[in-house]
């Protein structure tokens, strides 16, 4: 008996011990993926982070410090896991922390207004899509990780219009024909636009805003006939290749190169 109640309490200890092993190698191999980049699916949530921020915050100084942050992650995030490299990318990465400082001392100090490098960490936000972009198309198979980059993608350029149409409002007082203070009407018109659903209720006000809100249109229409097919038939091409090759062990599939 008492050999067989050694050997019960035994058991939930080794499960124990058996749990928190495959929990470190879990974080072992999450740490090695976001070292190595190309990992997309934190990026995706990052971006959605910055997402909600922009749309429940109220628009103060110190908000400002969140959403600045909040884009300057995404930024350096999708250079990191995009595997860019370069004197590029430290310059990149020196604005980004200068633009968070620089909010941080506007909040102290009590400046209301967003200035010249709020509305240059805006501009660069831009740079991450293109970053992504750059990157899932040079896998050579499409899983799980390109289909979530092109996401990130697609999420990254309404949030990055939805920014720019904040900056233009800030600069010329004004960005709607219709009267509008919320940053949620933004990211609105952002993605309506984008989508090309184009409700009517929110209008651009000014012939800048008019050629923003066509671009935003005519970028995300080619993404989606583009870039989506691509994910679209790629996806397919490559559950076709794994199923023949578990059928057949010895057919020579090509190896995707993602981690």
Same mark, same amino acid.
């Given at each position: 008996? +008492?050999?067989n109640?050694?050997?019960?309490?035994?058991?939930? !200890?080794?499960q124990?011990?058996?749990?928190?092993?495959?929990?470190?190698r !879990?974080r !072992?191999?999450?740490?090695?993926?976001?070292?190595?980049? /190309?990992s997309?699916g934190?990026l &995706?949530?990052?971006?959605? $982070?910055?997402? =909600?921020?922009?749309?429940v915050?109220? $628009?103060t100084?110190w908000?400002r410090v969140?959403?600045?942050?909040?884009?300057?992650?995404?930024? *350096?995030?999708?250079?990191?896991t995009?595997?860019?490299?370069? !004197?590029?990318?430290?310059?990149?990465q020196? %604005?980004?922390l200068?633009?968070?400082?620089?909010?941080?001392?506007q909040? %102290?100090?009590?400046y209301?207004?967003?200035?010249?490098?709020?509305?240059?960490t =805006? &501009?660069?936000?831009m740079?991450?899509?293109?970053? =992504?972009?750059? #990157? %899932?198309s040079?896998?050579?198979?499409?899983?799980?990780e390109t289909? *979530?980059?092109?996401?990130?993608?697609? =999420?990254? *350029?309404?949030? #990055?219009?939805?920014?720019?149409? *904040?900056?233009v409002?800030?600069?010329?007082?004004?960005?709607? $024909?219709?009267?509008?203070e919320?940053?949620?009407?933004?990211?609105?018109?952002s993605?309506i +636009?984008?989508? +090309?659903?184009?409700?009517?209720?929110?209008?651009?006000? +000014?012939?800048?805003?008019q050629?923003?809100?066509?671009?935003?249109?005519?970028?995300?229409?080619?993404?989606?006939?583009?870039?989506?097919?691509?994910?679209?038939?790629g996806?397919?091409?490559?559950r076709? /290749?794994?199923?023949?090759?578990? #059928? /057949?062990?010895?057919? /020579?599939?090509?190896?995707d190169?993602?981690?």
């Amino acid at each position: 008996m +008492t050999g067989n109640g050694e050997r019960g309490a035994a058991t939930p !200890r080794a499960q124990q011990v058996a749990d928190e092993a495959a929990r470190r190698r !879990r974080r !072992r191999e999450f740490a090695e993926r976001f070292a190595r980049g /190309d990992s997309y699916g934190l990026l &995706l949530v990052a971006v959605l $982070a910055t997402y =909600v921020l922009l749309a429940v915050l109220p $628009a103060t100084a110190w908000s400002r410090v969140l959403i600045t942050a909040g884009f300057c992650t995404v930024l *350096l995030l999708a250079l990191h896991t995009s595997r860019w490299r370069g !004197r590029g990318t430290r310059v990149l990465q020196v %604005i980004a922390l200068a633009a968070v400082a620089n909010s941080v001392v506007q909040a %102290i100090i009590g400046y209301p207004h967003a200035d010249t490098i709020t509305y240059l960490t =805006v &501009l660069l936000m831009m740079v991450a899509p293109v970053a =992504v972009l750059r #990157s %899932i198309s040079r896998h050579q198979q499409v899983g799980l990780e390109t289909v *979530l980059g092109g996401i990130s993608v697609y =999420v990254l *350029l309404g949030v #990055s219009f939805a920014a720019i149409y *904040l900056a233009v409002d800030s600069i010329s007082g004004g960005f709607f $024909a219709q009267a509008s203070e919320n940053r949620v009407s933004f990211l609105y018109f952002s993605f309506i +636009t984008m989508t +090309t659903v184009g409700y009517g209720d929110l209008t651009p006000g +000014t012939e800048v805003g008019q050629v923003l809100a066509s671009l935003e249109a005519l970028v995300g229409q080619i993404y989606l006939v583009t870039v989506v097919a691509w994910l679209v038939s790629g996806f397919a091409r490559t559950r076709r /290749d794994n199923q023949a090759a578990a #059928s /057949d062990p010895g057919l /020579d599939v090509e190896a995707d190169p993602q981690p």
